[in-house]
C-alpha cells in the first residue's frame, strides 16, 4: 500500500462546477495534511494545509480531513480554467529520520470552457 | 523576497557523465530539501538538511549520489557516474521549520530537468 494515494485522473469538470479532488494515507499517526499545485512545467506550491478533522475554508478552495477514515480532500468551487493544473497531497509522516512529507503521484485536473 | 534558486534549469549528458546541480534557499530558511520527481509522479525527496546537517538521507543512493550545504545556505547535489534512469527533474525547496509532525509549508525552486541520453 501507498504511503499517499491519489487517483491519477484526468478530471474534467465544467467550468463553474465544484471539483473534488481525494487522497488517502496509510499512517494513522499522521498530524498534518497539505495540497499542492503544480502547472504543467512548473513547481509545486503550497494552496492548502489542515490539521483538524473537518472542513477548512479559504477563498473557493475547501479542505476536508477525516483521520479516523484517513483521508482528506480539497474541493475547489466555481471552478474556473486557471484551476487546470496537477493538484498534489502531501503527509507529513513519521520514518526514522523524523517527520517526512510525502507526496502522492498527484491527481490532473482539467476544467473545461 | 527572492525564492529558491536552482542552476541550470536544463541539462543534457551522456550516461556516465557526471552533473551537479546548485541550490540557493530563501534567506533565513535552515531547512533545505532535494526532492527528484519523474514525469507524471510526486516528488521523492532525496535528502533534508537543517543547516549543515543532513538529518534524512535514507532515500539518497549514495553510491552515485552526493550532496553538501556548506555554511548552511547554498547546497549542490552531484551525480557521479549518470545512468540513463536519472532523468527527470531535480527540485529543491526550503522552509523555515521542519522535523516537527506540522512542518509542510515548503517553498520550491524552478527545478532542474536533467536529460541522460
Redesign the interface.
Given at each position: 500500500q501507498k504511503e499517499?494515494e491519489q487517483n491519477?485522473g484526468p478530471l474534467s469538470v465544467p467550468e463553474g462546477a465544484i471539483a473534488s479532488l481525494n487522497c488517502t494515507y496509510s499512517d494513522r499517526g499522521?498530524?498534518?495534511?497539505?495540497w499542492y499545485r503544480q502547472y504543467s512545467g512548473?513547481?509545486?506550491?503550497?494552496i492548502m494545509?489542515i490539521?483538524s478533522n473537518g472542513d477548512k475554508e479559504d477563498g473557493r478552495f475547501t479542505a476536508q480531513l477525516n483521520k479516523a477514515s484517513q483521508y482528506v480532500s480539497l474541493l475547489i468551487r466555481d471552478s474556473q480554467p486557471s484551476d487546470s493544473a496537477t493538484y498534489?497531497c502531501?503527509v507529513?509522516i513519521?520514518?526514522?529520520?523524523?517527520?517526512?512529507?510525502?507526496?502522492?503521484?498527484?491527481t490532473q485536473l482539467k476544467v473545461e470552457l | 523576497e527572492a525564492g529558491v534558486v536552482q542552476s541550470p534549469r536544463y541539462k543534457i549528458i551522456e550516461k556516465k557523465q557526471p552533473v551537479a546541480f546548485w541550490c540557493n534557499p530563501i534567506s533565513g530558511h535552515n531547512t533545505l530539501y532535494w526532492y527528484l520527481q519523474n514525469l507524471?509522479?510526486?516528488?521523492?525527496?532525496l535528502i533534508?538538511y537543517e543547516n549543515e546537517e543532513a538529518?534524512?538521507?535514507?532515500q539518497l543512493p549514495k553510491d552515485r549520489f552526493s550532496a553538501e550545504r556548506l555554511k548552511g545556505v547554498d547546497s549542490t547535489l552531484k551525480i557521479q557516474p549518470a545512468e540513463l534512469g536519472d532523468s527527470a527533474v531535480y527540485?529543491c525547496a526550503s522552509s523555515q521549520i521542519?522535523?516537527?509532525?506540522?512542518?509542510?509549508?515548503?517553498f520550491?525552486?524552478?527545478?532542474s530537468r536533467l536529460t541522460v541520453l
Open positions: 499517499v491519477s499522521s498530524q498534518s495534511f497539505f512548473k513547481s509545486p506550491e503550497l494545509f490539521y498534489l502531501a507529513n513519521l520514518t526514522g529520520g523524523g517527520n517526512k512529507l510525502t507526496f502522492g503521484t498527484g | 507524471g509522479q510526486g516528488p521523492e525527496l533534508r538529518v534524512d538521507d535514507s527540485l521542519a522535523g516537527t509532525s506540522y512542518s509542510g509549508e515548503l520550491f525552486g524552478e527545478g
